[in-house]
């Protein structure tokens, strides 16, 4: 029966590296951003939930409510400004800013709120689960975090395809020049993009917080599986992250499995092994590639 | 002149009044636009007006300037002096988005068309800041009535001519006062382009200017209302086509020197 607790926990977790990936993968589909401090906002996330959200008489799990669209105008705003401005100049530029960003954030939340772990309060039901068979166990946080993924990752999905907005993100990440000959004002859609990123990653920061301790330098560990599960699912499909992020969960768990130091070492295995054999990921174009 | 691709009979039918439109009044005006390409000077001093329900053929060799020409109006590439006037207004320093809901639609060369999406979104994406008027997805199908069968397809699976019609749908359905086409014959065979050049009499006569830059000399002189040869990013000619001779038009497209050289060699 480990077989079948490979697989389950390894979906669960896939759902949160998911949650936490599909804004990465969005930015770079429309702007062609590799946001360095993608993972650092959804910690800056997480110590808004735990610290500000208390000073708001707030309950740190609800605090979602009030940080996702917080974060959703702090990523139209960053991009409007800071980052509109490094694209203006180059894609060295904003690589350099991002990255810049992401150790301004680090350090920033190092001096604050120190190195010590941290995680949203959500009383008795974080050690709560089910039992599926004799060796498997699901936690009802995890489980939550999967539903929450798999409903974020379909609303953005319908959003895309089923509103004009949406198309017009698709036509500025087809041909930004094309989009702006039907009128499209590609400064605003970028802005709109961000917003959706941020908003996302503050979610899945939250519940990063719920299922787990972080601390400042939490971010980048995250985005390397937020890097992987993208590549692995196939870059400018939502349900290829979804995919990527599970077969990612599932490597990693397989890993800890045969030896509990190979858990993170079987997800960046298959992740070359993608990169080899299938470079475009597995639900991805290959013209996307280009 | 019965054609798969046109239904001549729709446009008869509904959408316009001909005599609404004023034919003498300008839309468009350009004066002494200069552009430059980096270092390189692409548009040197180009002058002209486009009219209401007129076509003003742009024609040139490559590389003379045309394309740049037309980016510069739809706002893609940045003037280095001059002034586009549109109904009246500046509109130089306008973004490019700015000016297709003032009213300047091009169909870029090469067609440029959203290739993830479908026909009908290629469509719904030209028609989200869209003007009032004659235009939107349904009259694009009357236009072309083999695209309602085809609109949930992909557009990288048509043809260079289907995408060729999409595009120009895609960028009527803003519903333009002015359209810009940008080599609409490139890459395509003559029966195509004839098709394609089937619609231009049909847009005029919606009240629409339509400014096109053509390589090919025939094809750009058989729609216009008056013609524009542009040599080295210059104007070297302009005038109505049946007031032009061959040889003016040969001269002003190849330049003087070139075709006193060449019938030296001749005789």
Not at chain 1, 99 to 108: D, K, M, R
Request: some cysteine; overall charge neutral.
């Amino acid at each position: 029966m480990t077989w079948v607790n490979i697989l389950v926990q390894g979906v669960l977790i896939g759902g949160f590296y998911a949650l936490f990936a599909c804004g990465l993968s969005l930015m770079f589909g429309v702007m062609k951003v590799i946001n360095l401090a993608h993972g650092d906002m959804a910690v800056v996330a997480g110590y808004v939930a735990v610290f500000l959200a208390p000073k708001w008489h707030v309950p740190e799990v609800w605090s979602f409510l009030i940080v996702v669209p917080l974060f959703g105008l702090l990523g139209y705003v960053l991009q409007r400004t800071l980052l509109q401005k490094s694209i203006d100049r180059d894609p060295f530029t904003t690589l350099l800013v991002t990255f810049g960003l992401s150790v301004i954030i680090e350090n920033l939340l190092l001096a604050i709120y120190s190195a010590n772990g941290q995680s949203v309060n959500i009383g008795s039901l974080v050690s709560k689960s089910f039992q599926l068979s004799s060796s498997t166990y699901v936690s009802y946080v995890a489980l939550t975090v999967l539903a929450v993924a798999v409903v974020v990752l379909g609303a953005l999905q319908l959003f895309l395809s089923r509103t004009n907005t949406g198309r017009v993100i698709r036509a500025v990440s087809d041909d930004r020049e094309a989009a702006q000959l039907c009128g499209a004002n590609y400064k605003h859609v970028f802005g709109i993009a961000a917003a959706i990123s941020f908003a996302t990653v503050a979610l899945a920061g939250i519940s990063y917080g719920v299922m787990t301790q972080f601390a400042p330098t939490s971010g980048g560990a995250n985005l390397l599986f937020a890097f992987e599960a993208v590549v692995i699912g196939g870059i400018g499909s939502l349900w290829g992250t979804l995919v990527g992020g599970i077969a990612l969960g599932i490597a990693q768990q397989y890993g800890a499995h045969v030896n509990p130091a190979y858990q993170i070492l079987f997800g960046n295995l298959l992740f070359l092994v993608v990169l080899a054999v299938r470079p475009q990921g597995l639900f991805g174009r290959k013209e996307a590639m280009a | 002149m019965r054609s798969i691709w046109v239904d001549e009979s729709l446009t008869k039918r509904h959408w316009f009044n001909v005599a609404s439109a004023p034919s003498s009044s300008t839309l468009l005006s350009v004066r002494d636009l200069t552009v430059h390409h980096g270092q390189l000077l692409a548009v040197d001093a180009v002058s002209f007006d486009v009219h209401h329900g007129a076509v003003l053929s742009v024609i040139g060799a490559n590389g003379a300037g045309k394309s740049t020409l037309l980016r510069t109006i739809a706002g893609l590439n940045h003037a280095t002096s001059g002034e586009i006037s549109f109904e009246g207004t500046d509109i130089s320093r306008y973004p490019a988005h700015r000016r297709v809901t003032s009213g300047i639609s091009l169909v870029p060369e090469g067609r440029r068309l959203f290739q993830s999406m479908t026909l009908e979104e290629n469509l719904l994406v030209g028609a989200h800041k869209a003007a009032p008027g004659v235009f939107d997805v349904t009259a694009i199908y009357d236009l072309f009535p083999w695209m309602k069968d085809r609109r949930k397809s992909k557009v990288r699976q048509f043809s260079g001519g289907e995408q060729q019609a999409v595009a120009i749908g895609r960028a009527l359905v803003a519903n333009p006062k002015v359209l810009l086409l940008d080599e609409v014959s490139l890459g395509l065979a003559p029966i195509v382009i004839e098709r394609i050049y089937e619609i231009v009499p049909q847009i005029v006569a919606s009240g629409i200017g339509v400014l096109l830059v053509e390589q090919d000399v025939s094809q750009g002189l058989r729609v216009a209302t008056r013609v524009l040869c542009l040599l080295e990013g210059r104007t070297t000619l302009e005038g109505a086509p049946e007031d032009l001779t061959p040889e003016q038009i040969e001269i002003a497209y190849f330049g003087s020197h070139l075709v006193a050289e060449s019938s030296k060699e001749s005789s």
